[in-house]
C-alpha cells in the first residue's frame, strides 16, 4: 500500500533550543531585527526538520521556530498589532481577582504567554508565512505543512474592546480584515508549492465547554463570552470567507482543548459532538483533531457525520512522558477505519510540542520517540490494510 495511505504528519511546533529562546527575547525587547533574529532561527529549523525527517514523517513543518506562539507571531508581521502578555491584558479583564484565580487554577504562565492585540489600523507588514516556506523548500524535499492562526481564532484572541476599538467599530469590523488577509496568504503558499494550510482554531473548544459567565483561559482569548451557537457560526462564516475559492493545496482545521500545561486536568475535557454541525459546513479538507487524549473523547462521534473528506488523528500526546506504543496507535486507526477510508486518515500528535516558546509541553527528544513510533505503526497499518 503506497503513503497516500496513514501520512504520517505534525500539528505545527516543536520545541526551541534555549538560545533561540535568548534570542527570541532580545527580539520582543527590540534589541535584535526580525531579519537578524530570523537568520539564528534558520539553524532552529534545521534541527526540527533534521528531527521529523529521520522519524519518517511525510508532511513536515518547520517548528514553527520563527514564532513566540502559533498565533502570536503576527506582530512581526503586521502593523497595528501589539504582543502583550496575560499578565499586561489583566488589567482589561472585568473581574480580575476571579480571572487570576482561574490562570492560577489552570496553571497559567502568564508572564510566559504573550497574545496579539489589534492596537491600531492593520497594514501588512511582511507575509504571514512565505518566508518560512521558502527557507523550508530549500532544506527538505518532503511534502511542506504551513500553519497559519485562523480568522476566528485571531479576531477573539487579538479583539480586545477598551484598545482595538480605537481602530475598528466592531470585532466583526477586524475579523473582515484578517479574513482578507489570510486568503491572501493561502493563495500565496498555494503558489509557491506548499502541500497543506492547516487553520488553527482550538478556541472553538472553549467556546462549548468554558465557563459560560467567564471566559476560561483558552490561548489568551480572554474577553467576554457571548452566546455558543453564534459564535460556532461566526467562526464557521469566516473560515469559508477564507478558503472560498482556494484550489491547490490541502487546507485543513486544527482543534484542541489548549496545549499550555501538562496538567491534563487544567485543560478542557469534552468530545466533538457540538462541534460536528459546523464542521460539515465548513468547506476544508480535513480536521485535524485530538484523541490520543481520553479528554476528546470517542472517534464514534463522525459515525454519521457526512460531508467532512478527512481526519488529521492525533494519536500521540505532546504532553506526556510516555511514549505510545505502536498497537495503541493502530487501536486507534482501526477505530478511524469505521467512519473514514484508509487513504482520508493522516497520523499527526494530538498538538504541537512547543506550542508557546516560553512553556513548552515536551523536550525534542521524548517527541522524536513519539513521531518514531507513529510513523512505525503507520508503515504496519499500511502493510495491514494492504
Known amino acids: ?49 533534521k528531527y521529523q525527517e ?12 520563527r514564532r513566540d506562539n502559533f498565533y502570536s507571531f503576527v506582530v512581526d508581521k503586521l502593523e497595528g498589532v501589539k504582543l502583550m502578555s496575560v499578565a499586561e491584558l489583566l488589567d482589561y479583564v472585568k473581574d480580575r481577582r476571579r480571572f487570576e484565580e482561574a490562570l492560577s487554577r489552570l496553571d497559567v504562565p502568564a508572564f510566559a504567554i504573550k497574545s496579539p492585540v489589534v492596537v491600531g489600523p492593520i497594514r501588512k507588514r511582511r507575509p504571514l508565512a512565505l ?24 479576531t477573539r484572541a487579538s479583539w480586545v474592546e477598551p484598545l482595538s476599538r480605537n481602530a475598528y467599530w466592531s470585532r466583526e469590523d477586524l475579523a473582515t480584515e484578517y479574513v482578507r488577509i489570510l486568503r491572501e496568504e493561502i493563495i500565496a503558499l498555494a503558489d509557491a508549492g506548499a502541500h497543506f494550510v492547516q487553520l488553527d482554531e482550538p478556541t472553538l473548544m472553549e467556546v462549548v465547554y468554558g465557563d459560560v459567565s467567564q471566559q476560561t483561559f483558552m490561548c489568551a482569548a480572554i474577553m467576554a463570552k457571548t452566546d455558543p451557537k453564534e459564535e460556532l457560526e461566526f467562526a464557521t462564516e469566516l ?17 484542541c482543548r489548549g496545549n499550555w500545561t501538562k496538567a491534563e486536568g487544567s485543560l478542557l475535557t469534552g468530545d466533538y459532538s457540538p462541534l460536528i454541525p459546523y464542521f460539515q459546513e465548513m468547506k476544508v479538507d480535513q480536521f485535524v483533531l485530538e484523541f490520543a487524549t481520553a479528554r476528546a473523547g470517542e472517534i464514534k462521534v463522525f459515525a454519521d457525520a457526512s460531508g467532512v473528506k478527512e ?3 492525533g494519536v500521540v500526546n505532546p504532553r506526556t512522558d510516555e511514549v505510545e506504543l505502536s498497537d495503541f496507535i493502530k487501536a486507534k486507526v482501526r477505530e478511524a477505519v469505521k467512519y473514514f477510508d484508509p487513504d482520508r486518515i493522516y497520523l499527526n500528535p494530538d498538538c504541537g510540542f512547543g506550542t508557546f516558546a516560553e512553556s513548552p509541553v515536551n523536550r525534542a527528544p521524548v517527541a522524536y520517540e513519539k513521531l518514531k513510533s507513529m510513523v512505525k505503526a503507520a508503515e504496519e497499518l499500511r502493510k495491514e490494510f494492504a
Open 1 to 49: 500500500m503506497s503513503e497516500s495511505f496513514f501520512v504520517t504528519s505534525v500539528v505545527g511546533s516543536w520545541p526551541r533550543p534555549n538560545w533561540l529562546l535568548a534570542e527570541l527575547r532580545r527580539k520582543n525587547k527590540g534589541e535584535l531585527s526580525y531579519e537578524r533574529f530570523s537568520e539564528a532561527a534558520d539553524e532552529a529549523v534545521l534541527i526540527a526538520v
Open 239 to 255: 473560515v469559508n470567507r477564507t478558503v472560498k475559492g482556494v484550489t491547490g493545496v490541502r487546507v485543513g482545521v486544527h482543534v
Open 54 to 65: 529521520d522519524a519518517g514523517i511525510d508532511v513536515l513543518t518547520d517548528g514553527e521556530q
Open 131 to 154: 518566508d518560512e516556506l521558502a527557507f523550508l523548500k530549500e532544506h527538505t524535499r518532503r511534502r511542506i505543512k504551513v500553519p497559519l492562526p485562523g480568522p476566528y481564532m485571531l
Open 311 to 313: 481526519l488529521g488523528l
